[in-house]
């Protein structure tokens, strides 16, 4: 009977133990969005290990630290080659993460403030497939090598962050900042939609 006793202890805390590490770290969900409207991924890179673990903020309230234990990176091309989407998504610390949200979203407040040429003087809202996702972007085509930041805090210590990068004319695939706004919202929408079908393996 004690031996049965000890067997079930060693199973139970090898599954919480497995429970565990299974939470703590970034579900493949998150960086396998393949299908794009007129988009190609490509691989993603892992953040290195050597990496960090703690980045700097600005704020309106001073400098704020955001955790970073893990990461990926994925790019997405436009039919030119060139990348209009970079993809972000960061793990933190669990018992940093809502402080981390709050950090993350003040920085984008205090950019949005000290930039010039934006789309609104306040943050950007927006809610796709019961995701909400909060950003910057600018006001005009015309200036800028990033047209807008977005981040997403789904949940499970993880942050999925949105850079749409600007370009050279000849390497656009977009023509205004109505259709840039128009391929933001698209690009949005259907990675969230990902999201609600995905099941991590």
Same mark, same amino acid.
């Given at each position: 009977?004690?031996?049965?006793?000890?067997?079930?202890?060693?199973?139970?805390?090898?599954?919480?133990?497995?429970?565990?590490?299974?939470?703590?770290?970034?579900?493949?969900?998150?960086?396998?969005?393949?299908?794009?409207?007129?988009?190609?991924?490509?691989?993603?890179?892992?953040?290195?290990?050597?990496?960090?673990?703690?980045?700097?903020?600005?704020?309106?309230?001073?400098?704020?630290?955001?955790?970073?234990?893990?990461?990926?990176r994925i790019l997405y091309n436009?039919?030119?080659?060139?990348?209009?989407?970079?993809?972000?998504?960061?793990?933190?610390?669990?018992?940093?993460?809502? $402080? *981390?949200?709050?950090? &993350?979203?003040? !920085?984008?407040?205090? /950019?949005?403030?000290? =930039?010039? @040429?934006?789309?609104? $003087? *306040?943050?950007?809202? &927006?809610?796709? !497939?019961?995701?909400? /996702?909060?950003?910057? =972007?600018? @006001?005009?085509?015309?200036?800028?090598?990033?047209?807008?930041?977005?981040?997403?805090?789904?949940?499970?210590?993880?942050?999925?962050?949105?850079?749409?990068?600007?370009?050279?004319?000849?390497?656009?695939?977009?023509?205004?900042?109505?259709?840039?706004?128009?391929?933001?919202?698209?690009?949005?929408?259907?990675?969230?939609?990902?999201?609600?079908?995905?099941?991590?393996?």
């Amino acid at each position: 009977m004690k031996s049965k006793l000890n067997l079930l202890s060693i199973i139970l805390l090898t599954a919480s133990l497995f429970g565990f590490a299974a939470e703590n770290e970034i579900g493949q969900c998150y960086i396998s969005f393949k299908s794009p409207t007129n988009l190609t991924p490509l691989d993603p890179d892992r953040l290195p290990e050597t990496s960090e673990k703690v980045r700097a903020l600005k704020t309106d309230h001073g400098e704020v630290e955001v955790t970073r234990i893990d990461g990926y990176r994925i790019l997405y091309n436009n039919g030119k080659s060139a990348p209009f989407v970079n993809l972000k998504v960061e793990l933190s610390e669990e018992k940093s993460y809502q $402080k *981390d949200r709050q950090n &993350l979203i003040d !920085n984008l407040k205090y /950019v949005n403030s000290q =930039s010039t @040429g934006m789309e609104t $003087k *306040d943050l950007i809202e &927006l809610e796709f !497939n019961g995701y909400k /996702v909060y950003g910057l =972007s600018r @006001g005009s085509i015309e200036t800028g090598s990033t047209l807008g930041i977005f981040v997403m805090f789904p949940g499970n210590d993880v942050t999925v962050y949105f850079y749409f990068n600007n370009m050279k004319p000849e390497y656009r695939n977009f023509e205004s900042v109505n259709d840039y706004k128009k391929q933001r919202d698209q690009f949005i929408e259907e990675y969230t939609k990902y999201l609600t079908t995905c099941k991590d393996e």
